[in-house]
């Protein structure tokens, strides 16, 4: 569809001298869109112009818009050389472009530069006018929402989910052209920097044509990644959860304003619609993962739709546990998507609320409680969902932490311009996933994510998320589908024929769930859904502490937020395990394998860490957990972190007992010594445990489980697993040296001072007092291991929680949210460790349970301190205050609009690191250029707040020899208009 986008160049200040004999400047502006320049006059010798231009504008295609950054580059005008470079701003105008976004992009934005950072300002103003298209083969996917927030924003609720899409684009890397030789490194970093930029805007346009095609609105939980293969070029992918958004004060979803009226169906609140089978068309597959869709293969495209079955829910905005359904079919047939047959209603009569998208954001907004029906739950190519929160009512049971990896040669590929490849490697890491999570009886994967770790010529694929049953409705129930199209048919068929050997019976994940439909207890969540004798793999399973009657685990890791239903006792605490490996200098095949039989022993040295944290601060969960595995040239390099709770319906964990071949008495590891650390964690922690769990903790090894199930003829024949000898009721150590680096490792981790809490969660469990934002924070070190063990790994990290502890000690009592560690091995034996997270102040409970501030307290213990403090809750200080937050939400205020999704690339390169104050000075300056560059952006839009706040890149290479230093940075989020106070 046609569009035109109009600039106007206003005025410029703080400019830099550019004359060294009048100490002036003579500036003007190039304005770049596509292939079109325009330029302004030159405004003569001053540093603060005043251009106030003409509206210059550009004639583009829509999937210009999306794909096309807007380049403004300032100059110095000269008459006798080449002008020189001030700097440039790269604006995205997909924000303008969402129906109801903002009307223009206006403001100062900072002057950067790629070799001297923020050159002035530079005031602008940008509009788009765009003509809407009914052209349902077109190449454009404006108006479709994309968040980074892992769950429904508080301004709109879900009216459907369809589950998960990914797409990725390759490009080759301008630093490893020719031409890179032979030009100078600030154009060798601007072209590097507007290659990201389009890259990122192309990925986004294909997502969310997938979106149009899968029928929904937005896309939920999306996360964006940069492989940066060297040679191979740049890999850019993207991963989300496609839903149908509706605001809260209307009945129809959001609907993009550009699409055509035939795949922009209507949705009634009050009737849940369910597809009728489609017709499979035989001899074609469906179309693969990565290639975006194409003019000339329109009809291959619907019929890659037409050989999916697409499910669809929509619910009233008041919804409960108690359905009324009845089916009948509709007087006419409702609207579908093009090749699908007409579809059946059902009525649906529900009236309940749900739960808010976070603390302090004013009253809870109602959300639907989507379902599935079990016949259609096999049709799920790829059932995952890279949400980490869900409405109430849509999670039934939380099963456990499933992970696939991957070792590959870049080298091998044999097109690297093509895709083709890397699908055919995600596909094989994704179909994994899927069978582990049907293994352990579970119907979809919840928390999903993806990442990589690249060395030469060696790439890590990762995945991970948790298994877990969704709401599939029953019988009777609503329900929805997921549609996707990245993997083939027929691998899928063959995939799902292979799963008899395990018999699940459909009707125990949702037992619990028929017989109370008034009420969905709590504990159902740590109900497993399997039936313990017929599990291929071991487990100990004991009666669940609140209703005697269902199996739960002993522990339970999972990577997404605590459910709000599930009750917890104490508080949480962070948790973190690493693993530091050496490895022999190999190339090619020979050193893929040696890391390829290295990563199941780093996993479970990972996991046998956290499971003994775990154990001794005397808790039985973990949530939020992140696992991340790098690999350098000599190193392999693991670490994990998460949040432990003490889950009530869960037993106690048992008491953790030392044993070895040999042990002295003058060991530091002493038994007392745990016994000891066990009773202070759980003082510290409020663990106060009644005796009915400590009851529920021990399971009689003379009693046979009975499982889940309520059949009688299938618990007949049920017999003991004798998985483990020896006393059940202990939770052994064993120590096979003398000096135990994994053991020392668990015993000497520092607990935080008092008055500081830790998670790297949303929401500290067992804390609902958070009343404001005070810091967000990012630390990023970097140094030489002297010692490849668990030991000095272990000290660094921990001195960069003491580091954060000390900067933050005028602002007890708080808590540190949304803690999140980044490594890297960028040389030999260097290690990079990047930091992000948000400290968030505590205030006392009113009489109406909600959080108080002490405003004289706060202010005598924040005299003297630099950090950003407020004077009252969470209201700015000025009126251009910007808050950035990791957070999906902004405790103390309430989320008024989403104005789009930001997501900036920078270049930073020096060559004088030395006099910058060396590697930290140059991050410093740099990161604070970065945040000033995202406050610019957010501000323009209207916006006063950027939250779901992520650092994705943080690539630092240093060379001292030669004085010089160049960094990458890549931060996104969601923009956002709120308001304080309310």
Not at 36 to 51: E, F, G, I, M
Not at 248 to 265: F, L, T
Not at 286 to 313: C, D, F, I, M
Not at 931 to 947: E, P, T, Y
Request: contains cysteine; aromatic residues 6%; charged residues 25%.
């Amino acid at each position: 569809m046609p569009a035109k986008v109009k600039v106007k160049i206003v005025a410029g200040r703080n400019l830099p001298v550019m004359d060294r004999a009048s100490d002036l400047t003579d500036a003007f502006v190039e304005i770049r869109f596509c292939n079109a320049t325009h330029k302004t006059d030159v405004y003569r010798k001053s540093l603060n112009p005043q251009w106030n231009s003409e509206w210059f504008k550009f004639e583009v295609d829509d999937e210009d818009l999306q794909d096309e950054p807007l380049q403004i580059r300032v100059l110095d005008y000269d008459t006798y050389s080449s002008h020189d470079s001030i700097g440039k701003v790269y604006i995205d105008l997909n924000p303008l472009l969402w129906q109801d976004g903002p009307p223009s992009i206006s403001g100062w934005f900072p002057i950067y530069d790629t070799m001297h950072g923020i050159r002035g300002d530079i005031n602008l103003i940008v509009k788009v006018d765009l003509f809407t298209d009914v052209n349902r083969y077109r190449q454009s996917s404006c108006g479709v929402y994309f968040f980074g927030t892992a769950g429904c924003p508080e301004v709109y609720h879900l009216s459907a989910i369809y589950g998960f899409v990914e797409e990725l684009v390759v490009n080759d890397d301008p630093e490893y052209k020719w031409i890179d030789k032979i030009r100078t490194p600030r154009a060798s970093n601007e072209a590097r920097q507007r290659l990201f930029s389009k890259l990122s805007g192309e990925l986004r346009r294909k997502i969310g044509l997938k979106v149009l095609e899968m029928g929904g609105n937005a896309i939920l939980g999306y996360q964006q990644c940069f492989d940066l293969e060297g040679e191979s070029g740049i890999v850019v992918r993207g991963i989300g959860t496609v839903v149908a958004l509706a605001k809260k004060d209307g009945d129809a979803p959001v609907s993009p304003h550009s699409v055509s009226p035939i795949r922009d169906r209507s949705h009634t609140m009050h009737s849940c619609t369910l597809s009728s089978s489609v017709r499979m068309r035989h001899g074609s597959t469906s179309s693969s993962g990565s290639g975006g869709p194409n003019a000339a293969t329109g009809t291959s495209k619907l019929q890659s739709v037409t050989r999916l079955r697409h499910l669809s829910l929509t619910l009233p905005d008041n919804c409960s546990d108690e359905v009324f359904c009845s089916l009948s079919p509709p007087a006419t047939p409702t609207s579908a998507l093009p090749g699908c047959q007409p579809r059946f209603s059902t009525r649906v009569s529900v009236s309940s609320s749900g739960s808010g998208g976070g603390p302090g954001g004013g009253t809870k907004p109602t959300i639907p409680k989507p379902a599935i029906q079990p016949q259609h739950i096999d049709i799920m190519e790829f059932p995952f969902f890279t949400l980490t929160t869900f409405p109430e009512g849509f999670l039934i049971h939380l099963c456990g932490v499933v992970t696939s990896r991957s070792v590959k040669l870049l080298d091998k590929i044999h097109n690297p311009d093509e895709p083709e490849t890397r699908d055919a490697w995600w596909s094989e890491i994704r179909t994994e996933i899927r069978s582990h999570a049907r293994a352990m009886g579970c119907n979809s994967v919840i928390g999903y994510s993806e990442q990589t770790s690249i060395c030469d010529e060696i790439i890590i694929l990762s995945a991970m998320g948790t298994g877990a049953v969704i709401n599939l409705g029953g019988e009777s129930g609503p329900s929805f589908d997921v549609c996707t199209m990245s993997l083939d048919r027929q691998t899928f068929e063959r995939e799902r024929d292979k799963l008899n050997k395990l018999h699940i019976d459909t009707t125990l994940a949702n037992q619990l769930h028929r017989e109370n439909l008034d009420t969905m207890k709590s504990c159902s969540m740590c109900h497993v859904p399997y039936n313990e004798n017929t599990a291929p793999f071991p487990v100990t399973l004991s009666k669940c502490a609140l209703c005697r009657k269902q199996r739960v685990p002993d522990v339970l890791f999972t990577t997404v937020e605590p459910p709000s239903k599930l009750r917890t006792i104490g508080k949480g605490s962070f948790l973190q395990a690493r693993i530091c490996r050496f490895k022999k200098e190999a190339k090619s095949e020979s050193n893929a394998k040696e890391i390829s039989d290295n990563l199941p022993f780093m996993e479970y040295e990972l996991h046998k860490q956290l499971m003994c944290k775990l154990k001794l601060r005397g808790m039985n969960a973990l949530f939020g957990l992140h696992v991340q595995i790098v690999v350098g040239e000599t190193l392999l390099l693991a670490i994990a972190g998460a949040t432990a709770v003490y889950i009530e319906a869960m037993p106690s964990p048992h008491l953790p007992k030392l044993i070895g071949k040999e042990l002295s008495c003058s060991r530091n590891l002493s038994q007392k010594k745990i016994l000891d650390l066990i009773h202070k964690n759980k003082e510290l922690y409020d663990l106060y445990i009644t005796d009915t769990n400590y009851m529920g903790s021990s399971s009689n090894p003379e009693t046979p489980n009975t499982g889940l199930s309520t059949n009688n003829d299938s618990d007949e024949e049920m017999t003991d697993l004798d998985l483990v000898t020896g006393n059940k009721e202990s939770f052994i150590l064993e120590i096979d040296e003398e000096d135990d680096e994994g053991l020392n490792s668990v015993l000497m981790d520092s607990q935080p001072p008092k008055g500081i809490s830790v998670c790297n969660t949303n929401c500290m469990p067992g804390l609902d007092n958070v009343v404001s934002n005070i810091q967000m924070f990012t630390r990023v070190w970097r140094g030489e291991l002297m010692s490849n063990n668990c030991k000095e790994v272990s000290k660094i990290c921990d001195n960069i929680l003491k580091s954060l502890f000390f900067k933050l000690r005028h602002m007890i009592p708080c808590v540190l949210m949304r803690l999140h560690f980044d490594v890297e091995i960028p040389d030999d034996d260097i290690v990079q460790i990047t930091c992000n997270g948000i400290c968030m102040e505590l205030g006392q409970a009113n009489e109406k349970g909600f959080a108080e501030h002490d405003h004289e307290n706060s202010a005598k213990q924040l005299s003297g301190s630099k950090l950003k403090t407020k004077n009252e809750v969470s209201i700015p200080s000025d009126e251009t205050s910007i808050d950035i937050s990791p957070l999906p939400y902004i405790a103390g205020a309430q989320i008024d609009k989403y104005l789009g999704n930001l997501n900036i690339f920078c270049i930073r390169e020096s060559t004088s690191i030395r006099e910058d104050g060396g590697l930290s000075g140059f991050m410093h300056s740099f990161v604070s250029e970065m945040l000033a560059v995202v406050r610019s952006h957010v501000q323009s839009l209207g916006g006063n707040a950027l939250l779901s706040y992520k650092m994705t890149e943080c690539i630092l290479l240093d060379n001292p020899h030669k004085n010089q230093g160049q960094c990458l940075l890549n931060v996104c989020g969601d923009v956002v208009q709120a308001t304080y106070g309310s």
